[in-house]
């Protein structure tokens, strides 16, 4: 079920995007829960747009906004949080639109990762997202070092192959292979520790 829309964002509430973004990096998740109310519309749309898919749309929104949470890399003198939040979500959408059929096993990783996470969490589920992160990092770790960094750069920077080529200064079909042979030793690797 995609997001409702939330009531006027500016106007339900006083608390500014600026402190919101303070609470959560503090620790306070309940901010997280209203940045998500004021914006889930927004990367809902823009993602369903792109994608033409309410299923991975609703993905997308909920993983654009666990990465928020978790990668930290929004700066407010850059922009606004919505901003942010759209240009996150058009990126990740335009990556999706690129993945091949090993990427949709990762995905599903990081789908389950953000429902954890949407929900109020409880020291059960903290443990098992905590659990769930290491053992993605654990497989990260395991990767060559030239796949683990095109991957952690197409993911966690959410850069095209094309972009990742430039920033690299190595062809676009290497990228393209490290990408593959990646993903499909993360998706080994994750099966693996799931056994």
């Known amino acids: 079920m995609p997001p409702l829309p939330p009531p006027d964002p500016q106007m339900s509430s006083p608390v500014s995007d600026r402190d919101l973004v303070t609470r959560l990096w503090a620790g306070d998740t309940a901010a997280l829960a209203a940045l998500y109310d004021r914006y889930s519309s927004m990367v809902y749309t823009l993602a369903l747009k792109m994608l033409s898919n309410p299923a991975e749309a609703e993905d ?34 335009l990556d999706r639109l690129r993945i091949n059929s090993g990427r949709a096993v990762i995905l599903q990783r990081f789908q389950r990762i953000s429902e954890a996470s949407a929900r109020s969490p409880n020291p059960v589920d903290y443990a098992t997202q905590h659990e769930q992160n290491q053992h993605l990092r654990a497989a990260l770790d395991q990767l060559p070092p030239t796949e683990r960094e095109v991957l952690e750069i197409a993911y966690f920077q959410g850069l095209t192959q094309v972009e990742i080529a430039a920033q690299l200064g190595i062809p676009l079909g290497t990228v393209k292979s490290r990408c593959r042979q990646g993903l499909l030793r993360l998706r080994d690797l994750l099966q693996h520790q799931k056994d």
Do not use: P
């Open 60 to 93: 997308l929104t909920q993983e654009v906004f666990v990465n928020f949470w978790q990668r930290r890399q929004y700066d407010a003198e850059r922009g606004t949080v919505g901003s942010y939040l759209a240009t996150n979500t058009r990126s990740r959408a």
